[in-house]
């Protein structure tokens, strides 16, 4: 099928052809409007695409022109895509929560002269910075409400122009043998659509992809996968990101699969149940929030209920992933798991919405080990993946059987990967970008002289799996005094996946070992303090107490036992820590607003700890100021204690990364 | 889809008047001759301080209670002795002060209550649900749905509205009302205990309806920066008696308005 697709279609409107010659009967698209599952199948979105791309040429637009495309997942929007595509034009999707001006700065920068936008919502947004947009002439719509009254001049609905193409279709031969010609004469190397990164470090920029490309990546991964037109995705993410663009649009043209669109963001959760997907993303906020949302329920249960899931969640934790993985299980255990799916799992993957899933992915951040062997276990598919955008996309994939919660596993197939001596992943792939979109410096800056590209995440590949994991911004990965690499999220997010840890903040950075500060979760130790009958005062009590300094020296033993496993992490054990007397809170400043830790800044605030860690005293005496919640500010002094740790022995001899 | 009796009346013209009303619950003086008019297509506020007799006068103009004296007038037709139900028929919905809903029933149900009256199908019919009852539910199913969309509700669709908060609970009422595809709409504190984000909201809705289905309304706020911002024109009431009648603007500048809001010495 990828050979078939490669050697045939080499752009995507080609791509559309070939869908409609072969699943011509098949559902390409669904949406929920009215209540109501509306379907189009690939002939009839073949024969919409075609109309709509003639009323985008009436329209002005022309081969090479960008146009904008901003909104939810609505089929229209991907029809709009799919026609710019056919035009020739490329087109430019933009994230329907941006407000005015990142809008604003994506559309001038992008030079659109069209925009094809959901609603009114949109259509005000970019009114509102008009002025900033002189190269704008036309905006497209999908939903009239609340419209009608605009100025029509530089604004239509989508319907009309995909009727004007109709008619134009239908009435003028020329307009046919025009648009035959059109898609002819796409080439494999002209650009495709340009994603604009979200820009969380400095502006975004406009990654620029091709159709040969996205094709060939889209092949490797359609075919890694076994995903045929039989699949289902729920395309419920956000249009302009590039997992949506490459799972649902790449994918789903490639290999035929339907891509359905939910009825409104808030209803997602109840559209997947509904429809149920056979391939599905979710980054590990949303499962964490899902099983969270379990978890309550099941607290409210009847007594039974609630003995029961429990009781069969322990089975599943105990055989589930080894059954996934097709490893040896007892019988016993493979029996208790089928009545454990009869009665727990599969109703509970029901009203998930996972019953039908074959293939999940989760990536994005770090994903706890707890949670991720949890929807393993109840027989989940889920792996891991790590991509960018510049490589639209996959970079590394974890293969059926081989699943570890902390690596993203190998290199796809036809990708390569490079680490370099600090660490820092490059890779090179085939759908790997041609460039920023008019920034020729910056293309520079992440590209190497042979054609690697730059992620700026460091990384380094596990000895006994073969995978590759990933363990900080290569920019925050310090070195120890005697050369060992030093990754602080890395440890920290090892540490945070205990529920009784809150933060944590790692220091080693030109220091002669790694030393942290803790933060404990003031539910998950207050209600173990409660069952143990540890009497407490305050947060500050509870944190300095004797006790409470085991239960943490227990994680961080095995977070060190854990390191230790890792050649080149063997060296970046803990060996002291303490417990802090406060909470981090960012209206202290410690923590910034999306929650985390700003280690320079605690480094300063906290030197007097610091110091401690790092010249053997046992405790410190430390004086803070900080800031109630009605903005009044008082001072918070204590005395913190400071635990030493042994180290394991690190696996192998000690080779040094450097 | 309108409402069928009475003759077509053009936007701007009076759609309902009242004429003179009084109203007196034993010695208790309600509402003492007030008049003014509802024009079709417009956005009329009612507002007056508490006691003012604001929701006296919604229930007057929705048949609910009998005035002693005047007369209403709707749609050219001066009515007599009339009960709610002839002003539903009539093609005048209302929600409450109090959300007036069926706890247990989902949001959808609610909604698709306010289609009864359209229902031609007898009980029995409904109870068989084929043939030309399941015709008629599926078309009047349709209709609640692009209320549902409308109001952007679809992700409640299916949650007994006890389950609600406040402000969808509502949305919903509002969705109820719209169900009856009234000509006029008299909505009775549509923001009372609402957050800003939700009486933003609900003013949205409010301006939409009255925009996309041409809906008349009338309604009664406590909140003057939402009255003043949604209506066309304002009734102000106190002690029953209507003390200044004008756009938002004339009316906040009214001397009597002034005093009966912020008092005045005796």
Redesign the interface.
Known sequence: MASYATAVADTFPKLLIRNAKLYGSRPAMRHKDLGIWQTWTWGQVLDIVRAYAVGLHRLGLKRGDTIAVVGANRPKLYWSVMAAQMVGAIPVPVYADAVADELAFVLDHADVRFAAVEDQEQVDKILSVSQKLPKLEQMIYDERRGLRDYDHARLRPIDDVVAEGRKALAEDASAVAWLDAQIVSGKGSDPSIILYTSGTTGASKGVLLTHERSILAGSDTVAFDKLTEKDVALAYLPLAWVGDHYLNYVQGMIAGFCIACPENTDTAMQDLREIGPSFYFAPPRTLEMLLTRVTIRMEDAGFLKRKLFHYFVGIARRYGERILNKQPVPLSGRLLYRLGDFLVYAPLKNVLGFSRVRVAYTAGEAIGPELFGFYRSIGLNLKQLYGQTEAFLYVTAQPDGEIYSDTVGPAIPNVDIRITDNGEVLFKSPGMFTGYFKDEAKTAEVMTEDGYVKTGDAGFFDEKTGHLKIIDRAKDVGKLNDGTMFPPKYIENKLKFYPNIREVVAYGDKRDFVAVMINIDLAAVGSWAERNNVVYGSYQELAGHPLVYDIIEKHVAEVNRSLAADKVMGGAQIRRFLILHKELDADDGELTRTQKVRRGFIADRYASLVTALYDGSSEADIATEVTFEDGRKGTISARVKIRDMKTEPAAGALEKAA | MRAPSGPEIAVGDVLLSVENVSLSFGGVKAVTDVSFDIRKGEIRAIIGPNGAGKTSMLNVINGFYHPQQGRITFKGKARGHMRPYDAAYGGIARTFQNVALFRGMTALDNVMTGRSLKMRRGFLWQLLRHGPALAEEVEH??RV??I???L?I??I??VPVGRLPYGLQKRVELGRALAMEPELLLLDEPMAGMNIEEKEDMSRFIL?VN??YGTTIALIEHDMGVVMDLSDRVVVLDHGIKIADGTPDDVKKDQAVIDAYLGVAH
């Open positions: 199913r349709h749905e692009e549902i969309d409308f952007k679809q992700d669709r299916r939409d925009d996309y």
